[in-house]
């Protein structure tokens, strides 16, 4: 399939970088000082965006490959942050002045592609940004597409692959349950909640996950039968235990 192209003239200076850095995550996108390609899911199917700065010209060309090529050209202005006019920007805060000066290049971009950004977001919550790469990597080589004219990028998981990868598989790419039936929920249609393979949502009394991954709380048994103990009351609190040289107990 052939690439749509649309030309956007660009009459402030436009930074790649800075404007599309943020948005420009895994195997799905890939950005350079005056390139960036975007492999992504659209309302009309995956698409594939390619926006090069013409500094000379003073302009950005768009290439759009895919069945979404002409929703994503229709909206490349929105997609590349030129629908806002920075004439009208008038901060009246020193910091977002300084910043307005600082960062004269950056662009405030819409993709339109709200379960690629959601999904990946919920996947770098309450984790450190390495096992979030990771993560978000490993979904989209494993469970996503080939991204139409680019074959080095891959197009993010739909919503009904996502709606059915099972338990296993969230866990197998480092995803605890909890995050993965955030990522079902809004990959539904109606938003309702899904967890495990299609059950229903948990009781109340569902235990609450402890800090380290992997690992049940503690019980208040076990606190009880392994506290530290006098000497001379150790065999009335845990009869079937040893206990070692410091005095606690240890269950045999």
């Known amino acids: 399939m052939q690439p749509l192209r649309r030309k956007l003239k660009c009459r402030a200076p436009f930074d790649a970088h800075l404007t599309f850095g943020p948005v420009s995550r895994g195997p799905a996108a890939r950005v ?4 960036w390609w975007r492999a992504m899911n659209s309302p009309e199917g995956r698409v594939t965006v390619h926006v090069h700065v013409d500094r000379a010209r003073a302009a950005l060309d768009v290439a759009a490959w895919g069945p979404g090529r002409d929703w994503a050209l229709e909206r490349a202005p929105e997609l590349t ?11 009246a805060h020193p910091i977002l002045t300084d910043l307005h000066h600082r960062l004269g290049g950056l662009r405030l971009v819409r ?9 990946a977001t919920i996947l ?8 979030a790469a990771r993560a978000w990597r490993g979904l989209v080589f494993r469970h ?13 998981p739909s919503a009904e692959v996502l709606r059915q990868l099972p338990d296993w598989e ?27 393979d299609g059950g229903s949502a948990p009781p109340a009394s ?17 606190h009880s039968q392994c506290r ?16 070692s040289a410091g005095g606690t107990a240890i269950l045999a």
């Open 206 to 222: 569902y235990p609450r996950p402890s800090g380290a991954p992997g690992r049940r709380p503690p019980s208040r048994q076990g």
């Open 228 to 243: 530290r103990v006098p000497r001379s009351r150790r065999g009335a609190i845990c009869p079937a235990s040893r206990t």
């Open 144 to 156: 996503g597409a080939p991204a139409p004219g680019n074959a080095a990028l891959r197009v993010p």
């Open 111 to 119: 993709l339109g592609a709200a379960l690629d950004v959601t999904a």
């Open 124 to 131: 770098e919550q309450r984790v450190t940004s390495v096992e």
């Open 81 to 91: 942050g030129l629908a806002d006019d920075p004439r009208h920007f008038a901060p």
């Open 170 to 196: 969230w866990r197998r790419l480092g995803v605890e349950q909890r995050r993965s039936a955030t990522v079902r929920a809004v990959a539904t249609d109606d938003g309702s909640p899904v967890l495990g």
């Open 32 to 35: 350079t000082r005056d390139d």
